[in-house]
């Protein structure tokens, strides 16, 4: 096994941050005066939640992995920021490219410190795992959305013969070297199926895990894993075997573009665009957002890798519930909330995924919508006239929807907090302007 044992010295390339500019402070704002109406072009980046497994699947090779088309978002400088302190050498990010080498590990702890600011950082446990035989990972604790515990990904390394305990609110977990094993998730989750296929590529044997996630994201992974010369199949379905490697090689690797931002450019045009083209994206991966928006009476037409997209005179009300790819994804849940205060009718919207991700709604109430919950369930009346506030949000999305409420509303809205969206969307004042919507960072 390579890279065992805790080796310090490693060098780290100082990185160059293209997105400098973009940067959030902490008391940023976005201000929009609503009522514009958008038309022309908006590109789609590269997708977060692909970018982040893919960067902790470079630990699982000590040759060089360069991932392009990395989307200028926080997130994806807290992992590499994750990386470097675990002894990689990161190159980049520059022009949305990478290049990382963790030819030897300088440490085997993710500390709380990181993974408090993103969760996501729980990514590193398998692969450190797998190839460096320990690995020391903060739980992640709640979130705004939910508890959001990672017992899957720890029961399923458990399974794979790793040593874990729970310790100090840190998971440590140790084997000399995975074995193969069957592990049935007992409900889907991303980055556990992300977690567990990424330790598999370096066990001893075959792993067949079942009731995986299906998201493209878990797709786009399997294949960058391959490219690294892992044999692995089924990803996109419920049941992906890996069949493990003594080592994997570098390799380079496009990451997808982002199914939520596009979907959230999407409900953008379906409010207020007036011929909006979305480009550089992937239609395939957003069918369940598409007929979501066919419903509301939004014409969209579907390029091969553009969207078309127009405000209809009239939005319908539907409801609607969010489930595990293929169905409605849970992050385009608050965005949708927004289209459909302006819809004709009552809609009952169901979230299916996290117990407390209706946390928009106080402030969508504050600028004029009618919305009920009760539990995990929101029933939306519309259309209503929406007025601009002073507004903040406590997640990526839901300051996704506050902005897009911000758009359609009538007046100034003034959205507090922006270093949430800042985690996950390269800089929306930016691509919402070149629409022409007036929107500015103010501090
Ligand atoms: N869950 C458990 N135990 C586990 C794992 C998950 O109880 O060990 C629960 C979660 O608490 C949740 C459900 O299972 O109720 C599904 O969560 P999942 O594990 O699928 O979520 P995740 O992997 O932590 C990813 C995305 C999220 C996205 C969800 C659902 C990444 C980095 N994050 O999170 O993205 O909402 O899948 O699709 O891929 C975002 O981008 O804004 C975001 C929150």
Redesign the pocket.
Known sequence: MHGRGAAAGCIIARRRDGAEGARSRPMDKLRIEGGRRLSGRVEIAGA??AA?PALAACLLTGEEVRLLNLPRVRDVRTMLRVLEQLGASVMGPEGGHATVQAERFASSEAPYDLVKTM??SVLVLGPLLARHGHARVSLPGGCA?????????IEGLAQMGADVRIEHGYVEARASRLRGASYAFP??????TENLMMAATLAAGTTRLSNC?R?P?VVDLAVLLSAMGASIRGAGGEEIVVEGRESLRGARHSVIPDR?ETGTYLVASALVGDGVEIAGCRPEHLEAVVSDLRRAGVSIDVGTDTFHVRAPQELLAHDLETA?YPGF???MQAQHMVLMTQALGESVVAER???RRFMHVGELLRMGADIRIDGRTATVVGPRRLTGAQVMAT???ASACLVLAGLAAEGVTVVDRVYHLDR?YEPMEAKLRLLGASVERVR
Do not use: Y
């Open positions: 977060k939640n982040l969760r996501a959305i939910g508890e959001r515990p990672i017992d899957l990904h409900f889907k989750t991303v980055t556990g996630a998201e994201e939520i595990p994804p849970t992050d995924i996290f117990e997640d990526l999305r996950g």
